[in-house]
């Protein structure tokens, strides 16, 4: 499956086949383990000489299909599948991060990611500073100091929605020497490929949209391939003799494929936090529909957007895709085929008018989950930051009253007149 294809046949056909007599669907080799005829053979794995798998926590078959398939569509170098998106981010960082580094981020991240960052990182040693992502390049720089090893930010930000703008970030990274890591799991490859506009990582929750029918915990980490980790000395992990493999240098040896083959042969080795080949036959199931997916999640998200924004009970709503809308512009550039399937919105009457929509609603579920063909809503204000007060979120920026929709791909028709009915009785 070569690069040339068209983002269509590249989710349907990439980035396994089969050879005559061969399964058609890629099989899931469910197993730990491999067999080898001699110490030899065992040897070569061991000094990463060897293409065969040694050990599932270091790699199997169905895995390396996903990881090809998402290189593929993300159009990188090569990828690195993960338990989840949150191990996905953690291990990217760890992998030029040690203590005493410092690490500059967008303020407008996923909740996971932010307490990764500002919490268990910093128990680490490393330090995250999170900066308004809309400020100019030069202030930006502002924030870079001796020890800056990465700059992060979300394509559209979850539950924010906010959108990067890539290639202001790509810039700012390139000034200081440092990668750009872009968590691109809102917006999918079908969307967005943030490796066109600069950056240098992308990192996916593939739990959401890939998988996209709620069955499969996963991340990924793919490589665009377009780094010098050996242009300075900052990244002695790649540009250093390694010692636990006989002093090779993961940059020099493995070039393009240097990140991720240095996330498998120590991150991974060392944290375990591998995905199973079960999750990754079942992402890969969903990648080969993405772009059809996408397609409708965008139009379905931006129908609603449009019906909701009429509608005299409703207080606000964001959505990027929508004229008027804040990020309109920058959806424009970077999400030019459709914004994704998110929006979020706030009907009049606060928490209490919030919470009696949602318990109105029958065909979209509560769920704390988005990306899935379902419609499904959740009420950040009365779950996932339930212990805040009303104050305390206000003053962390949600809305009491704000509802996060992750449009599905049942009948726009039936999507509305759920959400009008619901609207009826508040
Ligand atoms: C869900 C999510 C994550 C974390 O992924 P998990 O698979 O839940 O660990 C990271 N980033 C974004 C943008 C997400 O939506």
Known sequence: MANNHGFETRCVHGAYKAESGQPQVLPIVQNTTYRYYNAQDVAELFDLESPNHMYTRLGSPTVDALEQKMALLEGGTAGMATSAGQAATMIT??????????IISASNIYGGTHNLFTVTLARLGIEATLIDQNLPKEEI??????????????????PALTVLDIEKFAEVAKEIGV??????????????????????????????????????????????????????????????PDESYHGLTFHEKFGPAAFCTRLKAVLVRDMGCTMAPMNAYLTHQGLQTLHL????????????????????????????????????ELAQKYLPNGAGGVLSFGVKGGKAAGEKLLENLKLASIVVHVGDIRTSV????????????????????????????????????????????????I
């Open 93 to 102: 960082i760890l992998n030029i991060c040690q203590a005493g580094d410092h």
């Open 141 to 158: 720089l502002k924030y870079a100091k001796p020890n800056t090893k990465a700059i992060f930010g979300e394509t559209i930000a979850n």
């Open 179 to 240: 990668p750009l890591i872009v968590d691109n799991t809102l917006a999918s490859p079908a969307l967005c490929r943030p490796i066109e506009f600069g950056a240098n990582i992308v990192t996916h929750s593939t739990t959401k949209y890939s998988d996209g029918h709620a069955s499969a915990v996963g991340g990924c980490v793919i490589e665009g391939g377009n780094f010098d980790w050996s242009a300075s000395d900052k990244f002695p992990g790649l540009s250093q």
């Open 293 to 328: 997916r996408m397609e409708r999640h965008s139009q379905n998200a931006l129908a609603l957007a449009k019906y909701l924004k009429n509608h005299p009970k409703v207080d606000f709503i964001t959505y990027p895709g929508m004229e008027g809308d804040q990020y309109y």
């Open 378 to 425: 959740l009420h950040p204000a009365s779950t996932t930051h339930r212990q805040l007060s009303e104050e305390a979120q206000l003053a962390a920026g949600l809305n009491p009253s704000l509802i996060r929709v992750s449009v599905g791909l049942e009948s726009i028709d039936d999507i509305i007149a759920d959400f009008e009915q619901a609207l009826e009785q």
